[in-house]
């Protein structure tokens, strides 16, 4: 009896590669390349590097998958973070050996590209995402500009909290102020069902 | 401590948008390790939320190759873990040889652990030799004995006592030994010299001593001090011109045992006694010496051999774990394969060898539909080490040669290997399938070393 892949959950997907089962893995990348691979050039900026990265996290799901709780059952959330931790890491390393200090290894994949996801989250897949997708860009929208571009410059342009001060020429405090104001709304936002 | 559990609180948002700088990241997570208190429902929805960001960008996709580029640094991947897996027991074996080598991987020489190791053993050697605490009494029998034992030595057992001093020696240097002969006009086995005992005592000692057994005079005597605390036998012995040494036993009083490093003519100017070290009082030291050595070389070994063990365990382990894989991704490529034949539009492609190659053969199993196949080859003529060649695949169609990019590394005999890059040839009329055996970085056209040829004609056409 033959396997439809396609019928398969993210997080079945995700238990079958740690079974070894490259279709699996596969089926895993027609679902979410599209989305990963928007998310890794708008952060790498450049298509070629963009697409080594790609394949760099697909590589990383192959050989790590076991990094992977499957009681969270949220491959999304997963997947996601996983690409961008590996995008940002690579357009820090592009800009100059300054921006990032720590030698790549195994270790420091393991430590601090690999997500460490809440053991307490819900459960989240491709489908659901896309679902919600309209409320998500509703909600942000709601957010002041600067708040929007605090989370610009974390999520997207990988800043940590220090450089974002000093990009903007303000005090560390005020920064961490303002991506705690920008989350806590946009999840109120969110549960009130974009009211 | 609460002030500090507040802070790695407030760390959540950060962390779950991806901006905790480094060192804050790395306290965080040895907080979170170590068990902290910590809300997780809320990092879990930060988490969800900050993942939710990118759903609404523009979604595009990345290039069909990128695709094939995963799939061949997996296999490319695949084929250095095997090759790792191969030579990796060769190199460790190498390193930690039970009786050879030091394995460089041994966080403690073993020497360091062993407390009878032979540097101890060494200087406990030395110490029992110089010891002060090694009198006469403790070390020598009694007069009575000695006598005993030189009137009835026998040649076996001087030798043996000859074989003890000689250890003595190597590890008591600068100190003179000589052996007893045990009865008269007996040749000492290390010095060359004959010892004479007379039956009678001699009432007068005169020690002298001689380096050159040619130049023997009366009054070259030699005064061999028995030591002992009781009254003790002095033996004289005179060296003869024939380099033997006349010796005489007497009673004697108790002589001070010391050293005798110096050279036989400094003795005779010296007027010193001479000191026979006790070869009976060593043995005890020899015996635990060797018993110090046997415990020290078992330790070592059940070591040395525990660490191997150790090394081969973790080794098997690791080969069970790349085995399993192995076997786990065969059995998904089958199963792939079977699907993939149960397709109706699924085609096979048979590959024949050519006649400088007659016994190989191989197919081609893919679906357009799919744009998903395999390739098998069979009976391949080996590729040797130092070739620096691989098999590729070819499709020509319509004069243009395309490789389907499979695996380069691979020894392809009778697996299934995916193949990529496979045009669409269901509109092509003649499509020439071919195998070649090229250079590793030649990728661009098919070699002449053509090993299979393949061809397939649309229903129809003619070639």
Redesign the interface.
């Known amino acids: 009896m033959?396997?439809n892949y396609t019928d398969l959950s993210d997080a079945d997907l995700l238990r079958r590669i740690t079974?070894?089962?490259?279709?699996a893995?596969?089926a895993l990348?027609n679902r979410y390349?599209?989305?990963l691979?928007?998310?890794v050039?708008?952060i790498v900026g450049d298509q070629a590097a963009?697409?080594q990265v790609?394949?760099d996290v697909?590589?990383i799901i192959?050989?790590k998958i076991k990094a992977f709780d499957e009681r969270t059952n949220?491959a999304?959330?997963w997947l996601?973070?996983l690409a961008?931790?590996k995008a940002?890491d690579t357009a820090r390393r592009m800009k100059g050996a300054s921006a990032e200090k720590?030698e790549y290894s195994s270790d420091y994949e393991n430590?601090?590209i690999l997500?460490?996801?809440?053991?307490?989250?819900?459960e989240?897949d491709l489908k659901t995402?896309?679902s919600?997708?309209?409320n998500?860009?509703e909600t942000?929208h709601k957010l002041t500009d600067a708040q929007q571009y605090v989370?610009y410059?974390?999520?997207y342009e990988?800043?940590?909290?220090?450089e974002?001060a000093s990009k903007l020429n303000i005090p560390v405090q005020t920064v961490?102020s303002k991506?705690?104001i920008a989350?806590v709304n946009?999840?109120e936002y969110?549960l009130r069902g974009g009211e | 401590m609460a002030d500090n559990q507040k802070d790695f609180q407030?760390f959540i948002?950060?962390f779950?948008?991806?901006?905790?700088?480094?060192e804050d990241?790395v306290s965080m997570?040895e907080y979170?390790e170590a068990g902290g208190d910590f809300p997780?429902?809320e990092?879990?929805?930060?988490?969800?939320?900050?993942?939710?960001?990118?759903?609404?960008?523009?979604?595009?996709?990345?290039?069909a190759s990128?695709?094939d580029?995963?799939?061949r640094?997996?296999y490319k991947?695949k084929s250095e873990k095997v090759q790792d897996k191969k030579t990796v027991p060769a190199k460790v074996i190498t390193k930690t040889g039970v009786y050879g080598g030091q394995a460089p991987q041994m966080p403690v020489r073993a020497q360091d652990r062993v407390p009878g190791s032979a540097p101890h053993i060494k200087q406990e050697t030395d110490n029992q030799a110089q010891s002060p605490r090694r009198t006469p009494d403790q070390s020598r029998p009694s007069q009575s004995t000695q006598v005993k034992r030189r009137v009835n030595q026998t040649i076996p057992d001087r030798e043996h006592y000859s074989t003890e001093q000689e250890e003595l020696e190597s590890q008591i240097p600068g100190e003179l030994h000589l052996n007893l002969a045990p009865e008269a006009e007996t040749q000492s086995t290390d010095t060359g010299m004959h010892l004479s005992i007379p039956d009678e005592p001699v009432a007068e000692v005169a020690p002298v001593v001689t380096d050159q057994p040619a130049a023997t005079s009366p009054q070259d005597e030699f005064v061999i001090d028995m030591g002992g605390q009781q009254e003790l036998q002095s033996v004289d012995l005179t060296l003869q011109s024939d380099g033997s040494v006349a010796g005489t036993e007497t009673p004697a009083k108790v002589f001070e045992e010391q050293s005798a490093s110096r050279q036989p003519d400094e003795e005779a100017q010296t007027d010193q006694p001479i000191i026979i070290q006790k070869r009976g009082g060593v043995s005890p030291v020899i015996f635990y010496l060797l018993i110090l050595l046997i415990i020290a070389g078992v330790g070592y070994l059940y070591y040395t051999f525990n660490q191997r063990l150790e090394q081969l365990e973790k080794l098997q382990k690791e080969s069970i774990s790349v085995i399993?894989?192995e076997i786990?991704?065969t059995a998904?490529?089958d199963?792939?394969v079977?699907?993939l034949l149960?397709k109706k539009e699924t085609k096979i492609y048979l590959l024949s060898g050519t006649p400088k190659y007659p016994g190989s053969f191989g197919k081609i199993i893919y679906s357009d539909e799919e744009q998903r196949g395999y390739i098998q080859l069979g009976s391949m003529p080996e590729i040797q080490g130092n070739e620096q060649k691989v098999y590729k695949a070819w499709v020509v169609i319509g004069g243009r040669n395309v490789p389907l990019n499979t695996p380069e590394n691979e020894k392809l005999d009778y697996e299934f290997v995916r193949i990529f890059n496979m045009p669409d040839i269901s509109q092509n009329p003649v499509t020439e399938f071919l195998v070649t055996k090229q250079a590793v970085d030649d990728s661009k056209n098919p070699s002449n070393d053509v090993i299979l040829r393949g061809e397939y004609l649309m229903p129809g056409a003619k070639k």
Do not use: H
């Open positions: 033959s396997i079974a070894r089962d490259s279709r893995l596969e990348y390349s599209p989305l691979y928007t998310l050039k708008k963009a697409e790609l394949v697909f590589v192959w050989q949220n999304y959330c996601v973070t961008r931790n940002v720590y430590y601090f997500p460490r996801l809440s053991p307490d989250i819900d989240l995402a896309m919600i997708k309209g998500i860009e942000l989370i410059l974390a999520f990988g800043l940590t909290q220090n974002i961490k991506i705690k989350l946009l999840k969110l | 407030n948002y950060p779950s948008l991806g901006c905790l700088d480094k990241f997570v979170i997780w429902q990092l879990g929805e930060l988490q969800n939320l900050t993942a939710l960001l990118p759903s609404f960008l523009n979604i595009e996709s990345p290039q990128v695709k580029r995963v799939a640094t997996l991947l399993r894989g786990a991704n998904s490529v199963r792939d079977m699907l149960s």
